[in-house]
T-cell receptor, first 113, second 113 residues
Framework: KQEVTQIPAALSVPEGENLVLNCSFT??????LQWFRQDPGKGLTSLLL?????REQTSGRLNASLDKSSGRSTLYIAASQPGDSATYLC????????????FGKGTKLTVNP | DTAVSQTPKYLVTQMGNDKSIKCEQN?????MYWYKQDSKKFLKIMFS???????INETVPNRFSPKSPDKAHLNLHINSLELGDSAVYFC????????????FGEGSRLTVL
């Protein structure tokens, strides 16, 4: 059974700091991995999608990496801003054409001005 | 234009009542989902439909009945509501599997009293 773990559960940093959020999964047979952000009382916004054949994806100040063999992904946020404060979730899509995403419990990020 | 829209956004009701949540997507996607986010913010899949056909039913009580009148709509009907049904319910959609990125609605917060 696929399990997704995100560490730390919460993180507080000063503005301007570079930071890394971690995601690990128990079964390396995944189709892809997706990072989302969720603002309080809002839905999930897709940030980056990495296919199983890819090693990383970049969008602006965000960089996500994937090491499928070790079951790990990281989300790197450069020059953090207070507007980055949110909960960040990673989710893996199971291999074999499954439509099912398995989510981690998220990392709550607070960027202090 | 909202890509995935859900109504109502908030729903407060008494135990034992029957209620429905509606979802519509204008992205032209074939696959739609219902996810439940509990009080601990853990997000778990409930149902998935592909082109109006049920493809995932994740051990959800049969008091929950999804209905997809067409591939742009996926509604969730809940009978005999219980206290434990209180949660935020998210609708999502995705394009064909080759891409697989999920797009979420803003959620419907259900409170059962």
């Amino acid at each position: 059974k696929q399990e997704v773990t995100q560490i730390p559960a919460a993180l507080s940093v000063p503005e301007g700091e570079n930071l890394v959020l971690n995601c690990s999964f128990t079964d390396s047979a995944i189709y892809n991995l997706q990072w989302f952000r969720q603002d309080p009382g809002k839905g999930l916004t897709s940030l980056l999608l990495i296919q199983s054949s890819q090693r990383e994806q970049t969008s602006g100040r965000l960089n996500a990496s994937l090491d499928k063999s070790s079951g790990r992904s990281t989300l790197y946020i450069a020059a953090s801003q207070p507007g980055d404060s949110a909960t960040y979730l990673c989710a893996v899509r199971l291999a074999g054409g499954s439509e099912k995403l398995v989510f981690g419990k998220g990392t709550k990020l607070t960027v202090n001005p | 234009d909202t890509a995935v829209s859900q109504t109502p956004k908030y729903l407060v009701t008494q135990m034992g009542n029957d209620k429905s949540i509606k979802c519509e997507q204008n992205l032209g996607h074939d696959t739609m989902y219902w996810y439940k986010q509990d009080s601990k913010k853990f997000l778990k899949i409930m149902f998935s439909y592909n082109n109006k056909e049920l493809i995932i039913n994740e051990t959800v009580p049969n008091r929950f009945s999804p209905k997809s009148p067409d591939k742009a709509h996926l509604n969730l009907h809940i009978n005999s509501l219980e206290l434990g049904d209180s949660a935020v319910y998210f609708c999502a959609s995705s394009p064909p599997r080759a891409h697989g990125e999920l797009f979420f609605g803003e959620g419907s917060r259900l409170t059962v009293l």
